[in-house]
């Protein structure tokens, strides 16, 4: 079965500075998909960012990049000029390109609270 | 920008009642998702649709626990009778097909007394 580990309960980032979380995953697979959710106290979970392990290049959406090591099964979120509204939930998670009878089933790390300090 | 809807928002409810959750999802979205979410952990699907049919139930506790999406659309999940254990968030999301990007609700955060 695969695993997702985010081995950072907590992170702080001082506004408009760079921070890194940190995010590692077991999986015999070859090809499978990466993600890092947002979720923002009291409202919904929303897509940040998504890895496909296929292609080598690192995924980057306007202030957040990814730095993915396929070798090292390691998938980090740097998110860049930090805002007051990045302050959040962020999960790590994984998905399967197939997991039988349909179920692309998403695994999801325990994740890590990204305070944002002015 | 159309987005999942759940109810209620907050549910609070004795040991051993039954209590029910709501979820409708993106309109054209063939696949919906019930996950629970513990305090302080990740979510973890509970049960899939296809449209109406399941595809993956395989954690979904079915002693207490049931689910329906009978035409398709909309889908309730079902607890009866409730456990202190199951406090939890249980959230909602859809998606267009099974591997297309899933599309999350607000949530319904159940406290079992």
């Known amino acids: 079965a695969q695993t997702v580990t985010q081995s950072q309960p907590e992170m702080s980032v001082q506004e408009a500075e760079t921070v890194t979380l940190s995010c590692t995953y077991d999986?015999?697979?070859?090809?499978?998909?990466l993600f890092w959710y947002k979720q923002p106290p009291s409202r919904q979970m929303i897509l940040v960012i998504r890895?496909?392990?296929?292609?080598?290049q690192n995924a980057t959406e306007n202030r957040f990049s990814v730095n993915f090591q396929k070798a090292a099964k390691s998938f980090s979120l740097k998110i860049s000029d930090s805002q007051l509204g990045d302050a959040a939930m962020y999960f790590c998670?994984?998905?399967?390109?197939?997991?039988?009878?349909?179920?692309?089933?998403?695994?999801f790390g325990k994740g890590t609270k990204l305070s944002v300090i002015p | 920008e159309a987005e999942v809807a759940q109810s209620p928002r907050y549910k609070i409810t004795e040991k051993s009642q039954a209590v029910a959750f709501w979820c409708d999802p993106i309109?054209?979205?063939?696949?919906l998702y019930w996950y629970r979410q513990i305090l302080g952990q990740g979510p973890e699907l509970l049960v899939q649709?296809?449209?109406?049919?399941?595809?993956?139930d395989s954690q979904l506790p079915k002693d207490r626990f049931s689910a329906e999406r009978l035409k398709g659309v909309d889908s309730t999940l079902k607890i009866q009778p409730a456990e202190l254990g199951d406090s939890a968030m249980y959230l909602c999301?859809?998606?267009?097909?099974?591997?297309?990007?899933?599309?999350f609700g607000p949530g319904t955060r159940l406290t079992v007394l």
């Open positions: 999301a859809s998606s267009k097909d099974s591997y297309n990007e899933q599309f």
């Open positions: 999986t015999s697979e070859s090809d499978y998909y």
């Open positions: 890895q496909e392990a296929y292609k080598q």
């Open positions: 998670a994984y998905r399967g390109i197939y997991s039988g009878a349909g179920s692309y089933q998403l695994t």
């Open positions: 309109s054209g979205h063939a696949t």
């Open positions: 649709f296809q449209d109406e049919s399941v595809v993956d």
